[in-house]
């Protein structure tokens, strides 16, 4: 019996902890355990409602700590093989790290247990894993822009190191300015500087921004778009699959009370059969 009892009561807490009232309880728990983080900022604040806000952090995280323990509870070893638990886990376990000494840095990322919005927010989880999905093809993005960025910095430093020393004087500025100019900051003005003693070098820059921001910075967002839309396309598989199997059980379930009917018939056909003898 008391067997029976635990299993009765990790299956309560399984379906408390799955219940999506619960999930919408965290979730506001952690918007407001944001809110008293983000007043905790600010020097007047904290002077006049110190204690109240560090009492409510204390509070956040104890209701952290709880659910954590109940799903632990009630999923036992499979609490684990979720990565997302894991990442709540360790958001968490930052928070219980006393904050002193060389820990003390530790009290700014408290933050970061706003994160958990996104381990429980479906929408947020489905973009997050897009995002990681697509990390492969990013990498060979990223090592080929580092490469036009690379060929193009030591052009630079060769071309305008004399006239522009401070943005062009060494490889590492270069790497910097074009980086600068990559993200479209201020490189009109870096450009008209140049241009004052080479008119021709407009072409560098404008070939430079096509290359580097129009074309191979776009495709980091095709990645991306291929990689969520291969995603929604497997979810929406797994879906169907679900359901063709949901309906699959049921017709097995149709078939057998109609063998069992007919078995029921048949018997009843016999016992109304007179005895031939």
Do not use: C
Request: net charge neutral.
């Amino acid at each position: 019996m008391a067997y029976h009892r635990g299993v009765t009561t990790r299956e309560r807490v399984r379906r408390l902890v799955d219940d999506r009232r619960f999930q919408n309880f965290i979730i506001a728990v952690i918007v407001f355990n944001a809110i008293t983080l983000a007043l905790e900022t600010s020097q007047s604040m904290l002077a006049a409602f110190g204690g109240v806000l560090h009492t409510l952090d204390y509070l956040a995280l104890t209701i952290f700590v709880v659910e954590l323990l109940a799903k632990l509870y009630a999923y036992r070893g499979d609490f684990l093989r979720d990565s997302w638990n894991i990442f709540d886990v360790v958001v968490v376990g930052i928070a219980l790290v006393p904050a002193t000494g060389p820990f003390a840095v530790l009290r700014a990322l408290r933050i970061l247990r706003v994160l958990r919005l996104v381990s429980l927010v479906p929408s947020m989880r489905k973009v997050v894993a897009g995002l990681l999905a697509a990390v492969p093809g990013m990498a060979s993005i990223a090592a080929l822009l580092g490469l036009v960025v690379f060929v193009a910095a030591v052009m630079a430093t060769k071309l305008f190191g004399a006239i522009a020393p401070d943005d062009f004087g060494s490889l590492g500025a270069s790497l910097f300015t074009l980086f600068q100019v990559m993200t479209g900051e201020a490189w009109p003005d870096i450009a008209k500087a140049i241009m004052e003693q080479q008119p021709l070098a407009w072409i560098f820059f404008v070939i430079y921004i096509l290359v580097s921001s129009f074309a191979v910075l776009n495709l980091f967002i095709a990645v991306i778009v291929s990689a969520m839309e291969d995603q929604l396309r497997d979810e929406i598989r797994e879906e169907e699959d679900k359901q063709a199997a949901a309906q699959d059980a049921a017709n097995q379930a149709i078939l057998a009370e109609l063998r069992a009917l007919r078995t029921e018939i048949a018997q009843l056909r016999q016992q109304r059969e007179p005895d031939p003898r």
